[in-house]
């Protein structure tokens, strides 16, 4: 489990929790051991070295209150030093605390909603998580602020604002925070989070709808792009039971936009889904080291269990075909699954083989009702 970083995890895991439910919840109670702790020794961050020289590149390693992306490397000591990821500020990235909500409440749902040991034991630490997220709401909209650098598994792909891939997410959580709440009776911190839910809504819709799918962000020059993975979050409510984060109409025409321009309309809907496209069918090359003119193999899958559970089966299988094809036929990679592809000088270029976030794959069989 070390070095498992949980972003990544968030689509892997599918596998890991159809297939061995138990390490996983053993897995999620380590995350959630692990808020709590702080480092304050200074981690230089790549990132701002390579793209911000003008600011100071360190930052404190992990504050009180964040979920740590990942739980440390065997070369330091994996039982107590976490947050060892050296090209971001793990104390800004927004999706790691949503990610370790949701993942408490599926291994909760995947295992039959039994186990209310599991959720006594990880819901302090949720609470304080949920703390500092809320925080990060600088304006008071109900919805996490990005701040114009890469704050989420996308880490080349700066946001600014509130975005639709990390509010999705937030709102996710906060549903499953909800339904925690209400499993173990706790009548307060549940009205608590609706409060937070409702205000959080209330700003996804007036300042991200467009009306056809949710803005990139709303505070970018590159916010009208239209992101394969906008609504991760209404696909983890989906698979675990959760209300509705977004209206089913907006999510049905949010997934057939991304499914006409980020599937068909990327070299046919040969290779997946390309992570960002703007609405005229261009590439999103306004940063070009961004991950927007990326196809990822994990985020394609998860995107074909998304469409598969949300009623569109064949544009499913179409969608996961291009990758599968990709990998297995057009790259020859086989079990070198990478994280990404991406299209240079009409060559296919690979990066990151072996990658963990592919596992999504089972998400589709999850999506299908085997697990």
């Given at each position: 489990?070390?070095?498992?970083?949980?972003?990544?995890?968030?689509?892997?895991?599918?596998?890991?929790?159809?297939?061995?439910?138990?390490?996983?919840?053993?897995?999620?109670?380590?995350?959630?051991?692990?808020?709590?702790?702080?480092?304050?020794?200074?981690?230089?961050?790549?990132?701002?070295?390579?793209?911000r020289?003008?600011?100071?590149?360190?930052?404190?390693?992990?504050?009180?209150?964040?979920?740590?992306?990942?739980?440390?490397?065997?070369?330091?000591?994996?039982w107590?030093?976490?947050?060892?990821?050296?090209?971001?500020?793990?104390?800004?990235?927004?999706?790691?605390?949503?990610?370790?909500?949701?993942?408490?409440?599926?291994?909760?749902?995947?295992?039959?909603?039994?186990?209310?040991?599991?959720?006594?034991?990880?819901?302090?630490h949720?609470?304080?998580?949920?703390?500092?997220?809320?925080k990060?709401?600088?304006?008071?909209?109900?919805?996490?602020?990005?701040?114009?650098?890469?704050?989420?598994?996308?880490?080349?792909?700066?946001?600014?604002?509130?975005?639709?891939?990390?509010g999705?997410?937030?709102?996710?959580?906060?549903?499953?925070?909800?339904?925690?709440?209400?499993?173990?009776?706790?009548k307060?911190?549940?009205?608590?989070?609706?409060?937070?839910?409702?205000a959080?809504?209330?700003?996804?819709?007036?300042?991200?709808?467009?009306?056809?799918?949710?803005?990139?962000?709303?505070?970018?020059?590159?916010?009208?792009?239209?992101?394969?993975?906008?609504?991760?979050?209404?696909?983890?409510?989906?698979?675990?039971?959760l209300?509705?984060?977004?209206?089913?109409?907006?999510?049905?025409?949010?997934?057939?936009?991304?499914?006409?321009?980020?599937?068909?309309?990327?070299?046919?809907?040969?290779?997946?889904?390309?992570?960002?496209?703007?609405?005229?069918?261009?590439?999103?090359?306004?940063d070009?080291?961004?991950?927007?003119?990326e196809?990822?193999?994990?985020?394609?899958?998860?995107?074909?269990?998304?469409?598969?559970?949300?009623?569109?089966?064949?544009?499913?299988?179409?969608?996961?075909?291009?990758?599968?094809r990709?990998?297995?036929?057009?790259?020859?990679?086989?079990?070198?699954?990478?994280?990404?592809?991406?299209?240079?000088?009409?060559?296919?270029?690979?990066?990151?083989?072996?990658?963990?976030r592919?596992l999504?794959?089972?998400?589709?069989?999850?999506?299908?009702?085997?697990?």
């Open positions: 489990l070390f070095r498992s970083p949980l972003d990544v995890e968030a689509y892997a895991s599918f596998a890991l929790a159809q297939l061995f439910p138990d390490l996983d919840k053993q897995e999620a109670r380590i995350f959630a051991s692990a808020v709590e702790s702080e480092d304050l020794r200074q981690h230089p961050i790549g990132w701002i070295k390579e793209h020289p003008d600011k100071p590149e360190s930052k404190p390693r992990k504050l009180r209150g964040v979920t740590p992306m990942d739980l440390g490397v065997p070369f330091e000591h994996p107590r030093v976490v947050a060892n990821y050296a090209w971001q500020d793990t104390n800004t990235l927004k999706d790691e605390s949503s990610n370790l909500v949701l993942k408490v409440w599926r291994d909760y749902v995947f295992t039959g909603r039994t186990d209310t040991a599991f959720l006594k034991e990880t819901w302090p949720l609470r304080v998580t949920l703390a500092y997220m809320k990060l709401d600088t304006d008071g909209d109900g919805l996490p602020d990005s701040g114009g650098i890469p704050d989420q598994t996308y880490d080349s792909w700066i946001m600014t604002g509130p975005s639709a891939y990390i999705s997410l937030w709102m996710a959580s906060l549903e499953a925070a909800v339904a925690i709440a209400d499993v173990l009776g706790d307060p911190a549940a009205a608590e989070y609706n409060n937070w839910l409702a959080a809504r209330k700003s996804y819709e007036s300042k991200l709808w467009n009306g056809a799918y949710y803005d990139f962000d709303a505070g970018s020059k590159d916010r009208k792009a239209v992101m394969a993975d906008q609504l991760f979050g209404q696909f983890y409510a989906q698979m675990t039971g209300p509705d984060v977004v209206p089913r109409e907006h999510r049905d025409s949010a997934l057939k936009t991304v499914y006409r321009l980020n599937v068909l309309g990327y070299h046919g809907g040969a290779a997946g889904a390309v992570n960002g496209i703007m609405p005229d069918g261009k590439p999103d090359e306004i070009e080291h961004s991950n927007a003119s196809v990822w193999t994990g985020v394609t899958y998860a995107l074909a269990a998304f469409l598969h559970s949300s009623g569109m089966s064949s544009e499913a299988w179409k969608t996961a075909e291009g990758i599968y990709t990998t297995y036929e057009t790259g020859g990679l086989w079990f070198r699954t990478p994280e990404g592809w991406k299209e240079h000088d009409g060559k296919w270029e690979f990066r990151a083989s072996m990658y963990m592919p999504a794959v089972w998400a589709i069989q999850a999506a299908l009702g085997s697990r």
